[in-house]
């Protein structure tokens, strides 16, 4: 997660969809970097605003007075990026080898299901405890070049997304069963339904950011 003062955004650093590189494009306007492990790193935009209350509390740096944007990934690609992650790179908690994507989903661990039975979903990222939206932008991972390097303009930073912390396995290998699909699909409800969404958030996060530049 990074928090520019000056440049007046917060990143909020979803999993497997270009954080690292993002945070590398935009750590050098950063004043607060949030980074190291993936529990350190990711936190949700209602846990960093009581975690960094000490800012947005201080007159003139309320939440709304930032743009505050992340990127969301389709859900089915999320989760075979981590199931190609976990499998193909050196992790703490890698996955066997032998095991296909149909069995890691069946598994339901920490990637899919929480503990306590909740669902991993990416929208958590962008919400309060109530559903309501946090943040002014997300942007769509399969179209991130555009989006962020329109952030960017705005912003007046370079134009620059390394590729960073990339799944070395490049594909799941298999395709995946009908029923399956439908499953995932139905599981994800949620995260489709914030992805489909996103066209009218963006719209008005972005007058939101030409107010903010021309500031």
Same mark, same amino acid.
């Given at each position: 997660?990074?928090?520019?003062?000056?440049? #007046?955004?917060?990143?909020?650093?979803?999993?497997?969809?270009?954080?690292?590189?993002?945070?590398?494009?935009?750590? &050098?306007?950063?004043?607060?970097?949030?980074?190291?492990?993936?529990?350190?790193?990711?936190?949700?935009? #209602?846990?960093?605003?009581?975690? $960094?209350?000490? +800012?947005?509390?201080?007159?003139?740096?309320?939440?709304?007075?930032?743009?505050?944007?992340?990127?969301? #990934?389709?859900?089915?690609?999320?989760?075979?990026?981590?199931?190609?992650?976990?499998?193909?790179?050196?992790?703490?908690?890698? +996955?066997?080898?032998?095991?296909?994507?149909?069995?890691?989903?069946?598994?339901?661990?920490?990637?899919?299901?929480?503990? &306590?039975?909740?669902?991993?979903?990416?929208?958590?990222?962008?919400?309060?405890?109530?559903?309501?939206?946090?943040?002014?932008?997300?942007?769509?991972?399969?179209?991130?070049?555009?989006?962020?390097?329109?952030?960017?303009?705005?912003?007046?930073?370079?134009?620059?997304?390394?590729?960073?912390?990339?799944?070395?396995? #490049?594909?799941?290998?298999?395709?995946?069963?009908?029923?399956?699909?439908?499953?995932?699909?139905?599981?994800?409800?949620?995260? $489709?339904?914030?992805?489909?969404?996103?066209?009218?958030?963006?719209?008005?996060?972005?007058?939101?950011?030409?107010?903010?530049?021309?500031?």
């Amino acid at each position: 997660m990074l928090i520019g003062v000056k440049k #007046r955004f917060v990143f909020v650093a979803n999993s497997k969809t270009a954080s690292t590189s993002i945070e590398q494009a935009l750590g &050098n306007h950063a004043e607060i970097m949030r980074g190291g492990t993936a529990q350190h790193k990711h936190i949700y935009m #209602r846990d960093a605003l009581s975690e $960094y209350a000490f +800012l947005f509390n201080q007159p003139g740096y309320a939440p709304d007075s930032f743009f505050r944007f992340g990127v969301m #990934r389709d859900p089915i690609d999320w989760i075979q990026s981590w199931y190609r992650y976990r499998r193909g790179n050196k992790v703490a908690n890698p +996955l066997p080898e032998d095991l296909s994507f149909e069995d890691f989903w069946t598994r339901k661990d920490w990637n899919i299901q929480r503990a &306590n039975g909740a669902k991993h979903l990416q929208r958590d990222f962008f919400i309060d405890t109530d559903g309501k939206m946090l943040v002014d932008y997300i942007i769509p991972y399969h179209e991130i070049g555009f989006h962020f390097g329109a952030i960017c303009d705005a912003l007046g930073v370079k134009r620059s997304l390394p590729r960073k912390n990339v799944s070395k396995i #490049r594909r799941t290998g298999t395709n995946l069963p009908d029923d399956l699909l439908a499953e995932m699909r139905t599981f994800y409800a949620e995260d $489709y339904a914030l992805l489909e969404g996103v066209a009218d958030l963006n719209s008005t996060g972005s007058r939101k950011l030409d107010t903010l530049s021309a500031a």
